[in-house]
């Protein structure tokens, strides 16, 4: 009897971006673009270093493609949320809102990944061009599903980025009034 062999599935560089992207994602998040290693994520996606950068050039290109990943979820939840708010005949506006809530609470990542962008953004083109596109996206979505004027969509972002900066600092766990008060209604 012939011994059996394991048959290797190979990944498309497709998949393996994928995965590679996902990986980043979080190591980005919670470390920044300048104090994340292409080794840890190497590691954490399960390829070597000189891998890395065969699917993404250079650095930056697989911190943009991480961002962009933040970004999808984002928009997908707002989409979902919105899609949701209309066939239910509620605010849409409000139900994104929430729905965004609810994806930094369960995706700390994404919130992470984003506020590590915003840093980043200033040093970066490649990086600023990608949050560029990120608010124009959510902006024109948003604005086209809900019907909200100028001055309701930046109060719906200025609340989301008090909402996020609330969710960084963990101030839901804190029992101070201002805590309290910054965090009521999210």
């Known amino acids: 009897m012939a011994p059996q062999t394991k048959t290797r599935t190979l990944s498309t560089a497709d998949e393996r971006r994928e995965t590679l992207i996902e990986a980043a994602l979080p190591v980005f998040g919670r470390r920044g673009f300048h104090a994340a290693s292409t080794v840890e994520i190497a590691e954490a996606a399960g390829i ?5 950068f065969r699917l993404f050039p250079t650095k930056v290109d ?18 979902a949320a919105s899609d949701d708010a209309r066939s239910s005949g509620t605010d849409q506006l409000e139900a994104m809102g ?12 994404v919130l992470l990944m984003q506020l590590q962008s915003q840093v980043a953004s200033p040093g970066e083109p ?18 086209g599903r809900s019907g909200a004027g100028a001055e309701e969509m930046r109060a719906w972002f200025a609340h989301g980025m008090l909402c996020n900066v609330m969710a960084a600092i963990e101030a839901e766990n ?12 999210d």
């Open 126 to 143: 490649k990086i600023r061009e990608q949050m560029q596109s990120c608010f124009r996206e959510i902006y024109e979505l948003v604005a």
């Open 98 to 109: 929430r729905a965004y809530t609810g994806l930094v609470e369960r995706d700390r990542d």
């Open 62 to 79: 697989l911190f943009v493609a991480a961002a962009a990943e933040g970004s999808r979820r984002m928009l997908a939840t707002f989409r």
């Open 48 to 52: 070597s270093q000189a891998y890395v």
């Open 174 to 185: 804190l029992k101070d009034e201002w805590a309290r008060a910054l965090t009521a209604g």
